[in-house]
């Protein structure tokens, strides 16, 4: 049986090593610290969707510091938490290393770390936040299931093992480019959630900074492909290509509303907006070329144009 470790007790880190030791797979769960204990008596999951996991789970848990072998490692921390874990990762055993997380900067560092042959991108398709009891609320995201490198060596048979979660899986076919492309996603409404006092229904009810946000999307988006990127996946180069932009505005002001804002794109962004946020908003400038802040107006007091960590007003 496929041993799979998974490196981060975050939202992603626990829902994934939860479904997975349902669905019965030989999962472990690696911390560190004061949270060691915590999760040794089960991690407690609510999900927005009924037919999903909640409830309490009692997934192995191990001391990062002594990694059991595995034979898959899944790294699901913050971005800036990234240069620990490929250490980790690095002097692991384990044959294949699964990315589910914002890699920002650090994508060839990890690769040329870890190895190409290694490494597997990927990205959740979740999003939730962890309240003060620990519970975790979390929530699939329709629009963006898991998404897998298809062009790693291990990306077809990494799919198949996250779909035993039960979620929706896909394989990606430009991975580089799906990436660039949800870092400027993320970081035009992140910086949209904050103007808005990190409300997602305030920013969905105020036509001026929704009118901004969209544009600052589109935007990055031509710049993207100004510099020869496609802008992944296809409905979203659809809807911010040659649909009028209204009709990406009420889309918008609709999701914003819903889990998608309140609970998967809002609670992460306020959690990370003094560490992996930034770092997000510098890879949507590096993959825009700086020709198109994909910022609404306003959003940081030094423009992305001249490379600052400071994404917030």
């Keep these: 049986m496929t041993r799979v470790g998974v490196v981060g007790a975050g939202v992603v880190g626990q829902v994934y090593a939860g479904l997975l030791h349902q669905a019965g797979v030989n999962v472990t769960l690696i911390a560190r610290g004061e949270r060691l204990p915590e999760l040794g008596t089960g991690i407690r ?3 927005a969707r009924p037919a999903l996991s909640s409830g309490s789970v009692r997934v192995p848990v191990a001391d990062a510091a002594a990694l059991p072998p595995v034979d898959v490692l899944i790294l699901a921390v913050r971005a800036h938490q990234l240069r620990e874990a490929a250490a980790l990762a690095d002097s692991a055993t384990a044959p294949v290393v699964v990315t589910l997380m914002h890699l920002t900067g650090g994508a060839a560092e990890l690769s040329a770390r870890v190895g190409a042959g290694r490494l597997v991108r990927a990205f959740p398709g979740l999003g939730g936040r962890r309240g003060p009891d620990g519970v975790v609320h979390w929530t699939p995201v329709k629009q963006q299931p898991t998404t897998v490198d298809a062009h790693a060596v291990h990306g077809q048979e990494m799919a198949t093992l996250l779909r035993r979660t039960r979620l929706p899986v896909v394989t990606e076919p430009r991975m580089s480019d799906w990436l660039a492309t949800h870092a400027v996603l993320v970081a035009s409404l992140g910086a949209g959630v904050l103007r808005a006092g990190g409300d997602p229904v305030r920013l969905a009810e105020d036509p001026v900074l929704m009118r901004q946000t969209i544009d600052a999307i589109r935007n990055g988006f031509r710049a993207l492909r100004e510099r020869d990127q496609d802008v992944r996946p296809p409905n979203l180069a659809t809807l911010f290509g040659p649909v009028p932009p209204r009709f990406a505005r009420l889309y918008w002001q609709h999701a ?13 962004v306020r959690a990370s907006a003094r560490d992996e946020f930034p770092g997000v908003c510098r890879t949507a400038l590096t993959h825009t070329g700086g020709d198109a802040s994909p910022l609404p107006p306003g959003s940081n007091r030094i423009s992305l144009r001249t490379r600052s960590t ?4």
Excluded: M, Y
């Design 256 to 268: 914003l509303r819903t889990d998608v804002g309140t609970l998967s794109i809002a609670p992460h």
């Design 45 to 47: 999951l609510e999900c």
């Design 310 to 313: 400071n994404c917030l007003g």
